[in-house]
């Protein structure tokens, strides 16, 4: 097929299109400044999209380390090359498990079959991976527009805070968080957007971008400000997307979650968390258990400056840049799944997502 | 005088040089990217410093304000001038009450004297309050250190985490919350600062460069990680400045604070305060009668890229610019003031300080 323009991803809001064994994906390290649309033809190309962010979002580097065990078959489907597929797109990024959860599914759909067959068999279960991915967020956004719908206020749109992005940008389709925030778009239900800069990364731009080309109102502020807003009763519920959950329903999601989950609590505002099955890891009893991954420091360094000019702190300067926090299930109200919001404790996951609890507990 | 030099300044940790009529100030829009220091010889000058924040901090921003009427007086020291300086300063920003208190303090001290004796007398007692605030900075940093001690492990630096800057840049000498942190020095304490930007003004490079200056370990981090640093034990207090205390003990400080606190209490983490007594408002009951300064977008619209570069998002995208916040004086571990560490509720204030109780209730 002819290389998709950018409006065959916005119309449709996908991040991903695959055709033809060649996958196209927008370059969000470069969005929304600028447009660029990667071609990955082989499965190191795959992989250094997941590993320097050209995509992120946890669904969304589950559905492209699955293409990219496709595309690595393509060239060599013996059972070497497949392991050493499966470690290369596994060592990409630590935290989200649905990277690992796809790569096992795809590796489970090939390894009995005759290595001639195994190449094409990846592609259709890496096309089968995001098809249901799609299916999954439209789920979504119906059980989370159900759940904050419950917190509207009569007198104002209902107005809900997200952090980082958690929307098309990061998954195979509608999102994780932002779905129910679609959904409502789409039932008329009016909604405001608190949108978090998301420091050190800025991927709340990206959310910015995706509520702006969607037309949805929207007001965007420094993560600092999530405190105030909530005191001040201007925020009806929080909802943020996730990169594991742990089975007793702890949340590893983008740094700075954690703070916003507090002063829900403080507050009394619901705090959701919204992800697929694929995002939770009963091998995980707590959050202490999750991998937080650790970044480069000049994602740290590199500082706004307050008229759109920037600098880069020198490298003698020591900086921390650890990706992600981890929320305790104590301060999550529910978690919004394809199967419907769930208390976020290990019965109210296992009862939901029994055969993942039990395929867990088998390893 | 010869305009200062930079050393001057930094030798001493001295944000200002008042001498013959001039004051000069480090722009503290500019650093820590260039050093540029200003000739404010009239009043106008000041009120634009402290409105631009080419200088601020609670503290230094009462300092300049005094400084500011005399200069204003040394034009026009008649009742109508008096109090048109008055209002103006005032005006210059909401939130720090410290401006208020200097300028009701100026006011008294020369309001009863004939016209010809008040500049020289508003000079005096611009360099009183100087002076004094120097003195407080250093008792604050006395009680501040006994503090923080008592939470230092034996396996490690003391580890402190701060917020904003309010080190000597903020006040007229060694700071606030940062005092402490040069006594620990001046005494051999080893210590380490975790060091938060502070979006979106990033004052937290301010902090960075004066750490850097005196040579104390410290490591810059997004203000996002303060929670998954606090949960992760790698630090044992937290302290920051205050712009406004109420007579309740609820702390108006940089917006993010109150994020800080939440982190705090849900670990078992100490978060004081540090705040000469000019910061306290008797005749505020609570924090939520505290005015919340709205800066412009433009601030917020700066983002920083992930190289050094930075973008501005479009004017259309709607921000929300809230320079402050409010921490409940539930959150509050202790009050270090220049009388010692007070616990932060109504009594705990009022005893330290009667007489300015005593006044707020006269009014």
Do not use: I, K, W
């Given at each position: 097929m002819k290389t998709p323009?950018?409006?065959?991803?916005?119309?449709q809001r996908r991040p991903i299109v695959a055709a033809d064994g060649v996958i196209y994906l927008l370059d969000q390290t470069r969005l929304p400044h600028a447009v660029e649309i990667l071609a990955v033809r082989d499965g190191d190309a795959a992989a250094h999209a997941i590993r320097s962010m050209q995509i992120r979002g946890a669904p969304l580097i589950g559905a492209v380390a699955a293409f990219g065990l496709a595309l690595y078959l393509q060239k060599n489907a013996g059972a070497a090359a497949l392991?050493?597929?499966?470690?290369?797109?596994?060592?990409?990024?630590?935290?989200a498990i649905n990277l690992l959860w796809a790569l096992r599914r795809m590796q489970a759909a090939v390894e009995a079959l005759p290595e001639a067959q195994r190449a094409a068999r990846a592609w259709a279960e890496a096309q089968a991976i995001l098809a249901e991915d799609i299916a999954q967020n439209v789920s979504i956004g119906g059980h989370g527009l159900a759940a904050l719908r419950e917190h509207a206020r009569a007198d104002r749109p209902l107005q809900v805070m997200t952090h980082c992005n958690a929307g098309w940008l990061a998954t195979g389709g509608e999102g994780t968080a932002i779905s129910p925030i679609y959904a409502a778009q789409a039932a008329g239900v009016p909604i405001h957007v608190w949108v978090s800069e998301t420091r050190p990364r800025n991927q709340g731009l990206l959310t910015e971008w995706e509520l702006r080309q969607a037309g949805i109102p929207h007001t965007f502020v420094a993560d600092n400000a999530a405190g105030l807003l909530l005191r001040q009763g201007m925020i009806d519920a929080v909802i943020v997307g996730a990169d594991r959950i742990a089975a007793n329903g702890d949340v590893a999601n983008k740094i700075g979650t954690y703070l916003k989950a507090l002063a829900c609590a403080d507050n009394g505002v619901p705090f959701y968390v919204a992800a697929p099955g694929s995002t939770f890891d009963f091998a995980c009893p707590d959050g202490n258990a999750i991998p937080i991954e650790e970044r480069a420091g000049s994602e740290v360094r590199s500082v706004?400056?307050?008229?759109g000019d920037a600098c880069l702190l020198p490298d003698a300067v020591a900086v921390s840049n650890y990706g992600f926090d981890v929320t305790p299930a104590r301060l999550v109200a529910g978690i919004v799944t394809e199967r419907g919001l769930l208390p976020a404790s290990v019965n109210g996951l296992r009862q939901a997502f029994?055969?993942?609890a039990r395929a867990a507990q088998e390893c």
């Open positions: 323009t950018l409006q065959d991803f916005t119309a392991s050493a597929a499966f470690a290369t797109l596994a060592e990409t990024r630590p935290t706004a400056g307050a008229t029994p055969e993942a």
